[in-house]
């Protein structure tokens, strides 16, 4: 089984989102998702692929930590 990589958006702006995930921020491309500061997003590489639900985000955090 694998995870899918879970962050928390901090900026976004032109296209782009910036996410916190483990202490590090990563920029991706959002153009697949609508988010807002504060939203979870899942992320393959340099993409965002979907909202995830703010306990299922949260759960999966608390276990890499």
Do not use: H, R, W
Not at 24 to 46: M, R
Request: net charge positive; proline share 3%.
């Amino acid at each position: 089984m694998c995870q899918i990589p879970i962050g928390k958006v901090v900026s976004v702006g032109n296209g782009k989102i910036t996410v916190s995930c483990n202490g590090k921020t990563k920029v991706l491309d959002s153009k697949l998702v609508d988010v807002k500061i504060g939203d979870y997003v899942e992320f393959a590489g340099p993409i965002a692929i979907g909202k995830a639900d703010d306990e299922e985000a949260k759960f999966a955090l608390g276990l890499v930590k």
